[in-house]
């Protein structure tokens, strides 16, 4: 059984910095080599993927956060990462993490996000 376990959001001023955490529970690093992803999701708008990472380290961003967001992830923690510098409002979301492409039954609870302005 996997559960993925998100934390480090909070409220922040436009301009500050979040890191994100997101705490793999089970066995998803050691059977699978999963590339893992962070997706946000804001009031009246469809969950997207933001960042993704590949157990090798090779990382993808959404254009909107290309610059300002870093993915890494720690294989021995089973603990993947989302550094988060320049926020602006429209950031203000839940981010979750999951594998990618997705697993629905993997979906935590998210930690929010509110960046103001």
């Known amino acids: 059984q996997v559960q993925l376990v998100e934390s480090g959001g909070g409220l922040v001023q436009a301009g500050g910095s979040l890191t994100l955490s997101c705490a793999a529970r089970?066995?998803?690093?050691?059977?699978?080599?999963?590339?893992m992803g962070w997706y946000r999701q804001a009031p009246g708008k469809q969950r997207e993927l933001v960042a993704s990472i590949t157990r090798g380290g090779s990382t993808k961003y959404a254009d909107s956060v290309k610059g300002r967001f870093t993915i890494s992830r720690d294989n021995a923690k089973n603990t993947v990462y989302l550094q988060m510098n320049s926020l602006k409002a429209e950031d203000t979301a839940v981010y979750y993490c999951?594998?990618?492409?997705?697993?629905?039954?993997?979906w935590g609870q998210g930690t929010q996000v509110t960046v103001s302005s």
């Open positions: 999951n594998t990618v492409p997705v697993v629905p039954a993997y």
């Open positions: 089970g066995s998803i690093f050691s059977i699978i080599t999963p590339m």
